[in-house]
């Protein structure tokens, strides 16, 4: 084939020529956009009736601004955790023009120079990566601007849904182009941003219960995505720092600028803007109030209970210095929640109880808070009443309408809607307030419930209301308006003062944990001595069973609904045993800081202290505890037709029937989980190793073997409840006894008891002649000793499944 060759001079005329036609290509904006619809704003667009997309005017090139991912309409499903209104992924943005694209670039803003030096500040930019979120084709341009289609951007799954549903195993999850688009009653733009919007539709296959459970069809999910694109705020914010007793979050970057002898790490609080309009004034209102907006879609009575509780916080930020610096009304008609200019209260539905969060939107730079967003899940009020109806037995008649316990329902109501706002204001759990008194929303509280003289639940002190103490210190240190000179000298005062005032905080890192070692740092939990307190909540539960048959329902519900009410008041004292049980191998310890105060350091908690915490630990593992009441097992049937079983229900091993050993199986596997945790029998070993005075792991493994495989004599289910206590705890030790996370030295006493149970087991079957008593003791035996002799338990066994708990 012949080849046409050009002359270079030829060339270069052709080239010439072709770029006017190029350029002829591309319109201008406004011809581009004659007919579309504009939307002036932040950032200006243009939607095209006809095709459905919708075009950005990018007019601001290289200026960083916030994306906020979001999700307005949800799956429904806790277990998901894809819930209507949940805030997404915060960036810090800027478009880019490369040719004929434009690219959407998040900065990382992590990694940090603080030098003047431009040289330095773009070797740190070089040396860790930014993330291009996305590319776009410039369709139109005017000489200081370029107009993109942003609709492709629109329609992705920025929220990652389809990951999500995969990582919860329910099914393989694609976006479908054909049943998406973009939403245009809640595209808006305004002056410092724009709000855009789209309906989404995934295709899936092989889908899992929860989107079974929560959608209309579980092989088409269809939720919302909403895009905010949000103006930088002015440079008159001022961040404040971060302490680790300050009771905040904490907003991190690694500034490489920094001096050699100092640390790398910049910390600063999550905070709203907040100023006085007369910074002179001991009080003062606000330059601009904090003012957050409730759900219209609340029913009442939860309503007005949420919003009582929300605007507690207005006591705390008057302590601070402020007259109605912190407001709550109901969102307005039309106004769109996702819209960044509202802080926002929701209320939201799901198939099953679950969480309920506070989340914020927060300039990544300062730490500065945007937007609070509350999630409130619905359905936690109803299991406050259902705890509450379990302890009471209030139906005599069977029609009462229990107003009272709704009333302690209601106050758990307003206590959530103010814990939740406190992490939108920046605020971080404190799992020590119990001990002092309830001296905050911000802990998990457990209703404080009693028996009176007439044998009637006391429901008088359930839940505390109004700010706590701990809460009104909180806001001074993160709100007061100070001049930067005194700021520092301030700060330290509040923290001193909370010293003073025995305010201790203790967070999640430290509370969560089944290992945790912290005394008083408990999640649902009451009083100042938990060990105290789990015989205190023993006591009622078991006046609450004694009781416990028909008038815990109304007249015309099925009888087999009982056992979903039987279930929160078996397991009543299942949080107080989390709490009891840290006391053993226990460390008081402080979030300090050298030269503030006098160092507490790393205190054991003392051994009266432990044994006390074991004993009633053990009380737990009692037959007499762990018995259900004959009145019950004989008074709950199967399930009536027309009903099923749920998540809330008994699993156990005799079919249709409740299970009288399923719920004293798991309450006995959560003391034993909890007790036998190898982290707290690795710090009892290490405790005793130090100081001969503190409480030794060996002394817990033997009091639990005496208490457990010495019990004395008991007739019928007494002795059916001990055995299956002896094989949970026998199995509880071998599966230890190999355990990696288990010292040698710990592994070795546990080895040595399981000798004893085999050598003990098997004597007395030897000795006392064979008999069907002694069956399950030989059999025991021989399990162990198989697990001795080869390190695998020989027959198959599974602990039945705790029943849910948190949250309440």
């Known amino acids: 084939m012949r080849k046409t060759r050009f002359a270079p ?35 200006a667009f243009y939607s095209d009736p006809s095709s459905g997309k919708i075009y950005l005017d990018v007019d601001k090139l290289a200026q960083p601004f916030l994306l906020q991912h979001s999700l307005p309409y949800g799956v429904g499903s806790n277990d998901i955790g894809l819930d209507r209104g949940q805030l997404g992924s915060t960036y810090l943005v800027q478009f880019e023009r490369f040719g004929d694209k434009v690219m959407l670039r998040a900065l990382n803003t992590y990694f940090r120079a603080s030098a003047d030096n431009p040289a330095e500040q773009q070797s740190v930019k070089e040396a860790f990566a930014s993330s291009i979120l996305n590319g776009f084709k410039v369709v139109a341009e005017d000489d200081d601007s370029v107009l993109i289609d942003y609709t492709p951007y629109l329609l992705s799954d920025v929220h990652g849904v389809s990951r999500t549903l995969a990582a919860r195993k329910q099914g393989s999850y694609s976006l479908d182009a ?53 103006e930088l705020p002015d440079d008159n914010y001022q961040p404040r720092a971060f302490h680790p007793q300050s009771g905040y979050w904490s907003i991190e970057h690694k500034d490489y600028s920094a001096p050699l002898s100092e640390s790398m790490y910049v910390r ?63 969102l307005p008609e039309n106004a769109d929640p996702m819209d960044i200019r509202y802080n926002v209260i929701q209320w939201v539905h799901r198939a099953t109880r679950g969480w309920s969060y506070g989340a914020s939107v927060i300039d990544p730079r300062t730490g500065e808070i945007i ?24 139906f005599v008649k069977g029609d009462e309408v229990t107003e009272r316990l709704h009333a302690m329902a209601l106050d758990r109501i307003r206590q959530l809607s103010a814990h939740e706002i406190g992490h939108t204001l920046g605020i971080a759990h404190n799992f020590s307030a119990s001990v002092k008194e309830r001296a905050s929303v911000m802990d998990y509280p457990h209703p404080l419930v009693g028996m009176n003289e007439q044998g009637e639940l006391d429901i008088s002190k359930g839940y ?28 330290a005062a509040i923290l001193a003062e909370n010293k003073s005032k025995g305010l201790e905080f203790i967070s999640d890192a430290d509370a969560r944990p089944k290992g ?57 004292h299942r949080y107080q045993v989390e709490s009891a049980v840290k006391l053993v191998g226990g460390v008081d310890y402080d979030y300090e800081v050298r030269g503030e105060q006098s160092p507490k350091g790393a205190q054991v908690v003392a051994k009266a202290q432990q044994q006390s915490a074991l004993s009633a630990l053990l009380e737990t593992l009692s037959p007499e505890q762990l018995m259900i009441p004959e009145s019950v097992l004989a008074l709950i049937p199967p399930k009536a037709y027309g009903e099923y079983k749920t998540r809330e229900s008994v699993k156990g091993r005799t079919g249709l029937t409740l299970d009288a050993m399923a719920l004293p199986e798991v309450a006995a596997q959560h003391t034993l989980n909890l007790l036998l945790n190898p982290e707290r029998l690795n710090r009892l070993a290490q405790q005793e190793a130090r100081n001969r005075a503190h409480l030794s792991s060996d002394e817990v493994l033997n009091t639990l073997y005496q208490h457990v495989f010495q019990p004395k004599a008991q007739p019928g289910m007494a002795t059916k409840l001990a055995q299956r206590v002896q094989f949970l705890t026998a199995y509880r030790l071998a599966e230890l006894s190999s355990s990696d996370k288990l010292a040698p030295e710990v592994q070795a006493q546990l080895r040595f008891y399981l000798n ?24 025991l035996a021989e399990q162990v000793a198989q697990y001795l002799k080869s390190g695998t338990w020989p027959a198959g066994f599974k602990a039945l499944p705790m029943p849910p708990g948190s949250p309440i």
């Open 464 to 491: 505390a209301t109004g700010m706590g103490e701990w809460d009104t210190q909180v806001i001074k240190y993160g709100y007061s308006d100070f001049t930067a000179q005194d700021e520092a000298q301030a700060l």
């Open 371 to 394: 937007k609070g967003h509350v999630t409130l899940g619905s359905l936690r009020v109803r299991q406050d009443i259902l705890i509450a109806e379990a302890l009471a037995a209030p």
């Open 178 to 230: 054909s049943r998406s688009a973009t939403y245009m009653p809640r595209s808006k733009a305004f002056m410092k941003n724009t709000e855009l919007e789209a309906v989404l539709t995934f295709k899936g296959s092989k889908p899992g219960e929860y989107v079974k459970q929560a959608t209309a069809n579980p092989y088409a999910v269809t939720v919302h995505q909403h895009h905010s694109l949000i």
């Open 268 to 330: 600063y609080i999550p905070r709203h803007r907040l100023s006085k309009k007369d910074p002179t004034a001991k009080v003062s209102e606000p330059v601009e109030p904090i003012v957050y907006y409730l759900d219209p879609g609340v029913p009442e009575p939860v309503k007005t209970a949420l919003l009582d509780g929300a605007r507690w916080w207005d006591q705390a930020f008057e302590a601070a210095g402020y007259k109605n610096a912190f407001q709550v009304k109901v």
């Open 9 to 43: 001079h030829m060339f270069s005329a052709l080239l010439l020529a072709m770029i006017p036609q190029a350029h002829a290509a591309i319109k201008s904006i406004d011809e581009f956009t004659d007919k579309l619809n504009h939307f002036p704003g932040f950032y």
């Open 516 to 572: 945790g070692a912290h005394p008083t740092a408990h999640l649902w939990d009451n009083g100042d001595d938990p060990a105290a307190e789990l015989t205190r909540v023993l006591d009622i539960r078991q006046k609450a069973l004694a009781r416990f048959g028909l008038n815990n329902i109304k007249t015309g519900e099925a009888l087999s609904q009982l056992e979903e009410k039987l279930v929160p008041l078996y397991l009543f």
């Open 756 to 779: 004893q149970l085999v050598e003990q087991y098997s004597n007395d079957s030897l000795f006392g002649g064979a008999s069907k008593a002694d069956a399950f003791e030989t059999y």
